[in-house]
């Protein structure tokens, strides 16, 4: 725990800072806690850019763009994990974010399956 006063290291036992000597208060410590929490970044904005970088990529494979949905997928997967991060520490996260991360792996898996069943039904691709 920090002090409220001089932000040194106390622990919830003591009634005294023995830094700055002031009076410690427990509502302190939590607010302590609380504002510690929130004066980390969130992720939002990573996890709106990993998502819509991994659709984009995603679906440029439908264009004829080989093996950029597997970077759609890895780039969605971090996006996911980023709101997930997000939500676990109670800060806000990208819903939006969210939504296009998932999006991406799920297009990225569609490709990859449309692959394996396209090579089976046209084994002639395959074999020249």
Known sequence: MLCKHCKNEVTKEM???PHCHQ?????LFEANQTQVLSEQPNLSSKTLLFG???VF????FFFGIPFVHFIGIVLGRQGILYAKEDKSLSRPYSR???LLSWIAVGLGVFG???NIVYVILNPEVVNG
């Not at 009076?23 to 509502?27: A, F, K, Q, V």
């Not at 990529?57 to 440029?60: N, Q, R, T």
């Open 15 to 17: 009634d005294v800072c």
């Open 23 to 27: 009076p410690l208060d427990e509502s």
């Open 52 to 54: 819509s970088i991994g």
């Open 57 to 60: 990529l995603s679906f440029l």
């Open 96 to 98: 939006n974010g969210q």
């Open 112 to 114: 990859i399956v449309f």
